[in-house]
C-alpha cells in the first residue's frame, strides 16, 4: 500500500517562506504526475500546482503563480512546494497528490499557518 508522507507545514509571519516535502512509502512513483492542494477551514480543496513526471511541466492556481514553486527530485523519490510571499490567506492543510491517468493517491495533509 502506497502512503504519500508530507513534511515541512508549520506556522509563519506573512511574508515569510516555507518548503513542503512528500515523499511515497511502499514504491517509487517517478511515472506519476504530483500535485498539490489546499483545504483552508470551511471551504472546499483547491488546486495548488502539479508538475508532470518527467519535471518539465508545471501548473499553478492564478492565487500562487509567482510566489509557490513546485519541483520534483526522482532521484529522491521527493515532490517540493516552495512557497514564498505567504500570505494569511495561504492557511490552509496541504496535501500531496500522486495521479497516474486519473488514480492514484493522497497524503494525510500538512498544516500551514500564515499569521498576519
Known amino acids: 500500500q502506497v502512503q504519500l508522507v508530507e513534511s515541512g507545514g508549520g506556522l509563519v509571519q506573512a511574508g515569510g517562506s516555507l518548503r513542503l516535502s512528500c515523499a511515497p512509502s511502499g514504491r517509487t512513483l517517478y511515472n506519476y504526475a504530483m500535485g498539490w492542494f489546499r483545504q483552508a477551514p470551511g471551504k472546499e480543496r483547491e488546486f495548488v500546482a502539479t508538475?508532470?513526471?518527467?519535471?518539465?511541466?508545471?501548473y499553478y492556481a492564478d492565487s500562487v503563480k509567482g510566489r509557490f514553486t513546485i519541483s520534483r527530485d526522482n532521484a529522491k523519490n521527493t515532490v517540493y512546494l516552495q512557497m514564498n510571499s505567504l500570505k494569511p490567506e495561504d492557511t490552509a492543510v496541504y496535501y500531496c497528490?500522486?495521479?497516474?491517468?486519473?488514480?492514484?493517491?493522497w497524503g494525510q495533509g500538512t498544516q500551514v499557518t500564515v499569521s498576519s
Open positions: 497528490n500522486a495521479d497516474l491517468n486519473g488514480s492514484g493517491y
Open positions: 508538475i508532470s513526471w518527467s519535471g518539465g511541466t508545471t
